[in-house]
């Protein structure tokens, strides 16, 4: 009896133990890209589109080889004028998915350490409070570009981590 009951106890605590580890949530990006830039600007922004499967997490920071520093921005209309603005994150709720897009939210590359042209790939890796980092490729697109639509994916299909 004793050994059925220490078993059962094990079996028990294991249980637990899987239950504690739901399936994290996945972040995937979509449509990403950056707009080719003159010979010596200092800065740059990527576009791209975030949505998570389940739960909710938070964009907290992105990083670049290709720049100094990378923050998050968004456009506020302030007295009539639209003003950049740095956030601190970007809050993401499963089923609603978040696009970063020009005049609107995204990510400023800061200090340029060379000038983006089209067809060239910036790697970006972003920091979500949950779901860790996640590494995109983001292609560089002509200097008035715009976000993909509908089934057009821009030929990228979505990372996922």
Do not use: Y
């Not at 740095?86 to 970063?100: D, E, H, Y």
């Not at 983001?138 to 089934?151: I, L, S, W």
């Amino acid at each position: 009896m004793k050994f059925f009951a220490k078993h059962l106890a094990l079996a028990s605590l294991s249980m637990l133990a899987l239950t504690g580890m739901a399936a994290a949530a996945t972040v995937t990006v979509t449509e990403p890209f950056s707009r080719a830039t003159a010979p010596m600007a200092k800065v740059g922004a990527a576009f791209l589109t975030l949505a998570l499967d389940q739960g909710e997490d938070k964009l907290l920071s992105a990083s670049s080889p290709a720049a100094e520093k990378a923050e998050l921005h968004n456009h506020v209309m302030e007295n009539g004028v639209a003003q950049m603005r740095s956030v601190a994150a970007i809050p993401l709720v499963a089923g609603t998915p978040v696009q970063l897009q020009p005049g609107g939210l995204h990510i400023m590359l800061i200090g340029l350490k060379q000038q983006l042209k089209a067809g060239d790939a910036v790697p970006l890796t972003l920091n979500f409070e949950k779901a860790g980092a996640v590494s995109v490729s983001v292609p560089v697109k002509g200097p008035g570009a715009r976000p993909a639509t509908g089934a057009d994916q821009g030929g990228h299909n979505g990372h996922q981590h």
